[in-house]
Structure formats: C-alpha cells, structure tokens
C-alpha cells in the first residue's frame, strides 16, 4: 500500500476504469491486481491507513469480528444510497469493486458508468433481496422461509456474474469479497474457517477467471433446461451429473425436525446438492437483508478524502472533446431537414424505403458484356461505337490444325476475291512454329482504314419508328352477344306473291303485315303463322304500302302507279273495322276551294262499290307516279311523293278533311322521299343529295342535311326523333345525330351494292338496312338521353336469305313493332322475317 | 306407329282429341269433326274466321259438348248429339276485342280461360245448360238478340296484365291458370281473387305452353327452335330446367303425354312433329315425319294417338304403341 496514495496508483485507477469499459475479464484481472495489493498488506495497515480506506475498500466480512465491529456498519440512511450505487455518494464503498472506480472525478463518474462495472450486478442483486426480503420480518424460527429465501438468495448469486469471494488474511477473519468465485464459496463452507485460510492461501491455484462451476459444464443457461432429464449437466469428465434422489415429504419433515442445521441448508440448483451456508455466508445474507453493507468491516464514516478539487476548475484536467450530445444541428441543416419532411409529408418525396435484403445470393457483373448497352451519366441515349470482334483461334500465329485452311477452304477463298465481304474470314489462317518467325502484319494500313470506316459509317442517331397496329385504329365495340335480343335467324318465309315485293309494313299491334308487289296486289299476312289472310288487287303496280298508326283506324295506305288508295284490311278487331268503314262511307263537307294547283295533281274518289268489298275504300288519284306514301304519327295526315312531279312532288293528304296539300312551290330537286317527324312537326324531305328539314307549323326550312352521297334512296328517323338514318344507293348507310351536325354522324358502308330499304325498331335499340346484295344487316343503335353521348353504332349481324332477281335483292326493310324481328321483301317474291 | 292422313281445305290449325273423336279447326272458318279411325263426320260452319283453337269440355257417348275460338273474336259453345250427328251452337262467348288465340277448359269442366290479341285473359261459364243470370259481365241487349238461337255468353271474368298476345292457356288447378305470352312471359293467375300470382320472365315470345298434371311442369314453345321446360313451382335457380333442342324452326306447339310424365311431343315450323322425353334434351326419341307443311297444332290427349294439323291442309293421326 505504500504507493497507493501517490500519483502513479492514480493512474492506475484510471486505468483500470478505462479498462473497464471494454471488457469485463481485464477489469477483472485488474480487480484482483489490486486486491493482491491489498492482500498483500495487512489489514491493520488498511485501516490505519484510513486515508486509503475506502480507495480500497472491498466488501470485506470480518466474520469474527461482524459483531464487535460497529465502526464498520452503516447507517440506514446512508446505505441506501450506497447501495444503489449512485455517482453522488463518493463513497461508493458499497460496490464492491469499487475501490478501483473512486476516481472522485466527477466527469469520470457522469460519463461513463465504469464506477459500476463488475458491481452492477451485485448492486441489483442485493436490490432484489432487499426488495424480497424487506418487507418480511426475518425470523430465524420461521426456517422453512428462510431456507427458501436462503435458496432464493443463492440462485442470484449463482446467476450473477459476480460472486462472493472470501480471502483470508492472516489475522482477521474470512474476508467474503465478492470476486464471483462460486467454487471456491462452495469449499469454503464446507471445511472450517481456518481451514480455508489456509487451503486457499494463493488464489491463483484455482483459476479464479473461470466462473464455470467444476462440477457442472453445462454454463450459465437456465436450469429449467434439465427439469425433463435425470441429470443436471455434465463434469469435467462428460459424465452426467445426476440429480439427486427427490425427498419425499416425509423425509423433509424429519430432516428439518432432526437436522440443526436445515434452516441454512440451500440446494444448489446446478449441482442439485444440499449446501449448508456457513456463518460468514449467514451474516453476508442477513447484512444484506438488513440492507447495510455486506462488508462488516467497511466504515462508511471514514474521513473524505479529497483526491481532485470539487471546484471546476479553469482549465479541464482531461482533453476529451465535448460530447455528441452537446452538438446543436446547424440551422441551415434544420432549415434542410424541415424542407425534406414537409416534402415528405406533402407526398412529394418519398422516405427511401427500407431495401428488402433478398436471401438469394446476388450476383455483380464483373466487366461488362460486349453486347450491353454502355451506361453513360450525362449522354442520354448513347449509341456506342460498334465493338470489334475479338481475335479467335484461327488469329493465332500458332492455330490448332483444323483452323488452317485445307485445299478445299483456299479455293473457295480465293474464289471470292471479287466479293471479299462474302468470305466467312478476311485472312488465310497462317502457322509460325515461334513468335518470332510472324513477319510484319501487312494488312495493318488497311485493317485500321476498315475500322475508321467502321467508326465513321456508324449511326448517329436512334430513330424511333411508330408501329400502329391497323387493330388499334378501330373503335373499342362491345361484343355483338352482350347485345341481345337482335333478329338472328330466318325464321319465316311469306310466299304467295308472283312478283317482287316493294313494299311492307306492319300493323301497329303486330299481328299483321302488309305488303305490296309488282303483282298488282296487296297482301295481308299473319305474322306468327305466314298466312296470307287477304290479297286485295289494286290495279297497278306497287310501290309503297303504309299501315295508319292511328290504332283506332283500320286502314292501310298503298301506292299503287298514279293512285293512292285507303285501304280497309279488315283484319283485327272488328268493332275498329266497322267503324273505319262507316267512317270513310261518305266524304265529309268540303268548305274549302280547292286551288287549281292542287286539283290538277290530286283528286279524292270514293271506291266505287265492286272494289269496295275487296276492302277499298278511298281513291287518291295523282298526276304521276306516286312512289311513296307515309302517314304522320298521329295517323291523320299522310304524305306522297312523285318523283317526277316537279314543285309538286310532294302532297301531304288530311284523311279526315279529305283535303291535300301541296306544301312546296318550288322544286329543290327530285325528291326520293319524305317522313313525319314523330314527334315534332317536321318534315324531312329528301332530295338526291340533300335532306331538308322543314318545320310545319312554322313553313321554314329549319335545316339541311347534307349526305355527302350521290343518291339518296330512303330514310328513316329514330323513334327519339334526334336521329336520322339514310340510305344512298351509292352503298352507303348514313346517321344523322341532327342535334349534332348538318354532317352525318356515321357512315357505314357496309353493303356491296345500293341500299334500298332502312328502318329502326320502335323499342329496341335497333336498326337495319336492306340492299341489292340481297343482304339484311342489322346493327345495333343506341341513342343515350345524355346529350353528351354520342349513339352507339355496332353492326350485329348480316342476313343473306334473300334470292338475287335482276339484280335486285332486298326492296324493304320493316321491324316489328314489339318484337326484336324484322321483316324484308325482296325481289325473289318473297318477305321474310328474321327473330 | 303409323299414321293417318286426313285431308282438309285449308289449314288444319286447331286439334284436339277425346272420347275417339278429333275436333278439329281449319282456317277455313269450319269446324270438322272425326272419328279416331279418320271417318268425317261433321264439318260445322258458323264461325266467320279462321279457327284458333278447339276443346272438348264433356263427353259421353250421347252427348259431347266442346268449345272453339276463332279469330272472329267470339268463342262458341257447342252441343253435339252423338247418335244422331246433329251439332247445335249453344253459346256464343263474345268479349274479346281482337281475335282469340287459345283456350283452356277447367278440370272441373265447368269454366274454360280464353285468351287472344286483345291481351286479355277471359274466364267463362263452360256449362251448356245454367242459369243465365249466373252473374258476370253485362250483357248489352243488342249481342243478345244478335246470334238467333245460341245465346250471347259473356265472361265471368276479364284479368288484364299481359301487354301482348296470349297464345296459350291452361288450368293448372281450380283456380289457377298458367298463361303464355308474345311478351316473354308466363303468367300464373288466382281466379278465386282475380289477380296474377306469379310470373316467369322468359327473353322470348312464347307461342304455346302446356302445363302437365302428371309433374306440375311447363314446357313452353317460343319464337326460336328451342323447347323449354319450366317448373313454375320453384322460384329459385335458373327458370328454365332443361331446353330441348332438335327442331330448326320456330316451335308452334306442344303437349304434355297425358299418362307418362316424362313424354311430350312438339310440332314445328321444320314440318316435323317430335316425341320428347324430358330427361334427354339432347335427341328426341322420335320425329313423327309426314306433314309437308308447318304443323300448327298437335294433341296426345288420348295415349296411344298424337294427332297434329297443319299448313298442307292435312290433319295426321299417329298411333304409338305406348300402353296406358
């Protein structure tokens, strides 16, 4: 101890602290230098030396002297503190090591926590017996809890790190220090005190950094490893440690009725033996319950000695930098770091996201392929000059045989001298027994002008080339199977005219139909069965047949050469008929003068008796050939066309009045037909180019469609009355979307040859075309109430029953007027309905 | 199975067969009647349109009373004498505002359902001999003097609902009757309270339907070349049981076997009558060739006879030799 007051031990101190953080087997083997120090002086010399006492105050235990020595117990109050181990207590004697850690520095002891190294352990373990000893009053009569607590208390110790060390000096007593050397504890208790003073006089025998129990191998682990096993580990010789023969409860009760010594016998978990604790573990256990300093002897009312200034002094005694902690981050940093979280939280930038570590083994390119596209930083798109081929070994001056060129390879060498380009080498391989004997390479001038020509012949620039598939071009359709109910298949064939059929309609109900042939008759069928229920001859040939849609009228209009004729089917409901009958029986008063305009290009006429049985019943005569005749929707008004009858082409007709119009006076053209708007008063009149719209109760022309087409051959309008379908016979099928354009909306060219005939269904979104080229197409046609959608046009399905007569095909094309069926007449003398 | 041809006039569009006897309609406005054997034995004029459709409603060896429908909108009620071969129209069911399409007689024998173009479903005393103030609609005085002898007879019942042609008709119980129609529905009616009990949505028109007592089903004809079957029973999974699929044309009609649940036949625009078993959709058992036109009506009511009429102007009486 004769150095220890002076400077150099305080360094060694400091060593040791230092030491001490990095690892806990230096510390330890530095603790015991210095407690072989202390071992080596005498303890009088300790305490005599008070100034060095709590320098080297180790948790001694003077069993001897526990009782008598009164200095060295502690106050309550103090001991707590102590025992916590707080950096404000200098005299953390209570930690057991440390002795080596009183520096007294205060920067030392905030900073890093050395003082407590080693003896953090025993500091929490003596917590945890104060805190499970505390409260209970300890009471050596109670033995059964005692012995647990005993037991309780020997587990911690066996699992701290730490450990009780008794060294003995030659005068005092054990001295218990707590150098976790569990073995030599064990011994100890078993053999007399003085005894193990001398047994373990040099500690160095044992080696006391192993903290492994001889007995068992098996470590520090949790020894509820072993509960399913016999054993409890294994020895130094691989033997199984066996456990002990389990007491019943019989045996237990007279062991603790008959052994004195039960209360302080503990079972040693690793081992499974019973221990019996020795005094000196006793008074360590019950100081330690008494939460004062295990170390009888240590005064915790030993002078202060100041080994450093408490004052701060000017200048600091060590040169370590200021801690991290003490470092404020830049405001410019803060002001960056504010930008990146508000872009972060705004959605702009995004947090980098944590890189899944994939557990395949990844792969790095070492050099790049030839073939790879080089990756430059700044040039975009970079095309890299063309890579010349690498040397093979028909290059080499030495190449293997079948690299040479035999007679046959030379020739044919040598015979593409004109087109050297198609020689499958540029050279004639060539063998050198040495490197020495390869002569100068003669085609070097040129080979480096290829190359040049390579560099400079190489394209500068990427051209992006657009592929459009003509597929994409087409507008997305819906599949025409979605599209249900549409006419699909034929379904009946109406046979019984002798000529073509021109013209059909369909009685409002449906029950009905009615058409018109070159045969000079009109015919009457039954839908659903094809039976003709009437033919009417009409004395001319027919060019147009019109069913009034008037419900409570059963007539039918027909155009028959220059006549229009009222017609009474008498089909349907009988009462109707009658009534239609008695209707048109006799011509109502005629207050009007008629102009002479009129007169002469139209003239009413009651059918006269014979014709009126065959359901005749009023006569129209015109001036010419009337080639179409259509009612308005009301069924009151119906209009005629005469293609050929200049200004007045076309007539409109009040049926009730008896009276005719003729509306235009001025020719536009020849008008190929006209149509009712169903249901405001307009008046489509088609022209060969051009349809114009008129408004009836204003007489203006409201609008001009123009068809874009040569010859226009019928219309027909949509239900809505917004749209409006033309046929040309120039193959053409037009929509008209009139809230659109003046232009058409579609063209559809779908026929070969001239359309004849279009309609659309009233309900359905339907419509369909007939033509020459005896086909029937029907197509799919929705109109949308949104105004900003625009109709949906998809052809469905084309129909080809139709025989081909003179070049004629399809005349007429009618639907049902419920039924997704439509009805086509044709020049084969037949109608035919398709569902 | 062999068959027999009888000839007519005109279209044979209504058959039915009872008792031995077929009754028959044509579009000739005449009613005819025949022995099973083919003998003519009568042909009754009377109505002014073409015959839709024909019942037996009794029949005894004395006396037999049926019922046909016409396009002339009327129904009439006849009494047939038996042994002495005299026909007298009894009633004359008027009511209809457009042609009649089909008619169904009442197990009980004592109502028949007509419906026609005028899409409405009417329901009638099937009685010839009652008391005419048994209720019903009334009757305007000048439709009672009009018919000389026969009576005027108005329905006891009108059910609207259906918006187009109903093309068949039959009693499936006492106060029920299943209905078919152009506007892709089926319809089951409740004529105790005078109202539609349920419907079934096909996506085509039907133009006949035949319900089975035998199995409680419906097999359907419609504007495609498919035979449907339906159970109006069930009200969940999909409506159509089976469809049977072999004609080319439209199907015009279809009848139930009236003793084996699983027979039906059906007779189509393709000229073909097919004999049906319901568990094979697929093929039919057999095709009853020898129309040359389109069938327009068939009958099984008597077991081992189909009878069929059709647009070649011919009436077909197949015999099957299925036991009873």
């Known amino acids: ?835 | 199975m062999w068959n027999n041809c009888l000839l007519y006039d005109d279209w044979v569009s209504a058959v039915h067969l009872k008792g031995g006897w077929i009754l028959s309609g044509c579009y000739d406005n005449t009613l005819h009647l025949w022995s099973a054997e083919g003998k003519h034995r009568l042909t009754i004029p009377g109505h002014t349109g073409p015959i839709k459709a024909v019942a037996w409603v009794t029949h005894d060896d004395t006396l037999a009373t049926f019922v046909s429908v016409s396009h002339d909108q009327t129904a009439m009620l006849w009494e047939w004498n038996v042994s002495t071969n005299a026909v007298e129209c009894i009633h004359v069911c008027r009511g209809h505002e457009r042609g009649l399409e089909c008619v169904g007689i009442s197990r009980s024998e004592s109502r028949m359902a007509t419906g026609g173009f005028d899409t409405k479903l009417k329901i009638w005393s099937a009685a010839i001999h009652e008391a005419s103030d048994e209720g019903g609609e009334s009757v305007p005085k000048r439709l009672k003097t009009e018919h000389g002898k026969s009576q005027v007879r108005t329905p006891l019942m009108t059910l609207k609902g259906h918006k187009e042609v109903i093309s068949a008709v039959n009693w499936t119980d006492s106060s029920e009757i299943c209905t078919a129609s152009w506007d892709h529905t089926l319809r089951l009616w409740d004529t105790e309270i005078g109202g539609i009990k349920s419907e079934i949505v096909g996506n085509k028109s039907f133009f006949d339907a035949s319900w089975s007592p035998l199995n409680g089903t419906l097999i359907t004809a419609s504007a495609d070349r498919h035979v449907r079957l339906y159970d109006p029973r069930s009200n969940e999974g999909s409506l159509v049981k089976s469809t049977f699929t072999s004609h080319t044309q439209w199907v015009q009609c279809v009848r139930w076997s009236t003793t084996d649940g699983h027979l039906f036949v059906s007779g189509s625009y393709d000229h073909l009558i097919k004999l049906w078993d319901s568990r094979s959709p697929k093929v039919p058992l057999f095709d009853l060739k020898g129309h040359e036109g389109k069938v327009l009506c068939c009958d099984w009511s008597e077991p081992e006879l189909i009878v069929s009429g059709g647009s070649d102007n011919t009436l077909r009486i197949f015999h099957s030799n299925q036991r009873k």
């Open chain 1, 1 to 835: 101890m004769l150095s220890i007051d002076n400077v150099p031990i305080y360094g060694s101190t400091c060593l040791v602290g230092k030491m001490a953080a990095y690892g806990s087997g230096i510390k330890r083997k530095f603790s015991v230098s210095l407690k072989n120090d202390n071992t080596s002086d005498t303890p009088e010399n300790l305490n005599d030396t008070s100034d060095d006492e709590h320098f080297l105050s180790s948790v001694t235990n003077d069993e001897d002297s526990s009782d008598a020595d009164d200095d060295h117990e502690l106050d309550e109050s103090d001991e707590d503190d102590d025992v916590e181990g707080e950096s404000g207590s200098e005299d953390s004697g209570a930690s057991s090591l440390g002795k080596e850690t009183t520096t007294k520095d205060e920067d030392y002891e905030s900073d890093s926590d050395y003082s407590e190294y080693g003896s953090e352990e025993i500091d929490q373990e003596e917590e945890r017996s104060a805190e499970g000893l505390e409260g209970s009053e300890v009471s050596y009569e109670d033995e059964v809890k005692e012995s647990d607590q005993l037991k309780l208390l020997f587990k911690m110790k066996r699992t701290c790190s730490s450990k009780i060390k008794k060294s003995n000096t030659e005068n005092s007593s054990n001295i218990s220090q707590i150098t976790s050397k569990n073995k030599i504890f064990n011994k100890e208790r078993q053999v007399d005190e003085n005894e193990t003073t001398k047994q373990i006089d040099d500690e160095y025998k044992s080696d006391s950094s192993d903290e492994e129990d001889i007995r068992s191998t098996v470590g520090n682990i949790p020894m509820n490893w072993y509960d399913d096993y016999t054993h409890l580990g294994y020895d130094w010789d691989a033997k199984k440690v066996m456990k002990p023969l389990k007491q019943d409860e019989l045996d237990s009760f007279l062991k603790r009725m008959e052994d004195p010594n039960f209360w302080r016998t503990v079972r040693d978990p690793q081992t499974g033996q019973d221990v019996v604790l020795c005094d000196a573990d006793v008074d360590i256990i019950q100081r330690l319950q008494a939460q004062k300093i295990p170390d009888a002897n240590f005064d915790d009312a030993a002078p202060w000695v100041e080994w450093f200034t408490s004052e701060v002094m000017k200048t600091p005694i060590v040169r370590v930098p200021d801690h991290k902690r003490s470092f404020l981050p830049s405001r410019v940093e803060a002001r960056k770091v504010a930008k990146m979280v508000h872009a972060i939280k705004m959605g702009w930038m995004k947090p980098q996201e944590e890189k899944k570590e994939s557990h395949e083994p990844k792969f790095f390119m070492l050099w790049q392929t030839d073939e790879g596209v080089e990756h430059m930083r700044r040039i975009q798109n970079h095309i890299p000059a063309p890579k010349r081929h690498l040397p093979g070994h028909a290059e080499s001056y030495n190449p293997p045989p079948e690299y040479l060129f035999d007679k046959r390879e030379l020739k044919e060498w040598n015979k593409l001298r004109t087109a050297p380009w198609k020689r499958k080498l540029h050279f004639v391989p060539q063998k050198y027994n040495s490197l020495r004997s390869v002569p100068a390479y003669d085609r070097f001038v040129n080979e480096r002008f290829q190359r040049c020509l390579d560099l400079y012949l190489c394209p500068r620039a990427r051209k992006m080339r657009l592929t459009i598939e003509p597929e994409d071009l087409l507008p997305q359709l819906p599949n025409p199977k979605d599209l249900q109910p549409f006419p699909t298949v034929m379904s009946m064939v109406y046979e019984g005219h002798t000529d073509m059929v021109r013209s059909i309609a369909v009685e409002p109900k449906g029950q009905y139909m009615v058409s018109g042939s070159d045969d000079l008759t009109v015919k009457v069928w039954e839908i659903s069965t094809g039976r003709c229920v009437r033919t009417i001859p009409v004395g001319g040939i027919v060019r147009s047949v019109s069913w009034c849609p008037n419900q409570a009228l059963s007539l039918i209009a027909v155009a028959a050469d220059r006549k229009v004729l009222l017609v009474n089917p008498g089909v349907g409901d009988h009462l109707i008929c009658s009534k239609t009958d008695s209707l048109l029986d006799e011509a109502p008063e005629q207050d009007v003068v008629v102009s002479e305009r009129v007169k002469t290009a139209v003239q009413w006429e009651q059918a006269s008796e014979d014709i009126w049985k065959n359901g005749i019943r009023i006569i129209i005569s015109h001036f010419k050939e009337v080639r179409q005749v259509t009612w308005h929707g009301k069924g009151d008004y119906f209009a005629t066309v005469m293609p050929e009858g200049q200004n007045r082409s076309v007539v409109i007709h009040q049926l009730s009045k008896r009276r005719s119009q003729v509306p235009f006076s001025k020719s536009k053209g020849l008008v190929q037909c006209v149509l009712f708007h169903p249901v405001r008063p307009f008046f489509f009149v088609a022209t060969q180019k051009i349809v114009r719209v008129y408004d009836l109760a204003k007489q203006e022309l409201v609008k001009k469609l123009h068809s874009n087409s040569k010859w226009i051959s019928s219309i027909a309008i949509h239900p809505g009355g917004d749209n409006l379908l033309v046929g040309t016979y120039d193959r053409k099928m037009l929509w008209f979307d009139l809230d659109l354009s003046t232009k058409p909306y579609q063209t559809l060219r779908l026929h070969g040859t001239a359309v004849r005939g279009v309609a659309y269904h009233r309900q359905y979104p339907l419509f369909a075309s007939g033509s020459d080229d005896r086909s029937l197409i029907v197509c799919h046609g929705m109109v949308y109430n949104d105004l900003l959608q625009n109709p949906l046009i998809v052809p469905l399905k084309r129909l080809s029953n139709h025989e081909s007569y003179n070049d004629f095909g399809i005349f007429d094309v009618i639907f049902h007027p419920t039924q997704p069926w439509v009805f086509s007449s044709g020049a084969d003398k037949t109608i035919r309905l398709y569902t």
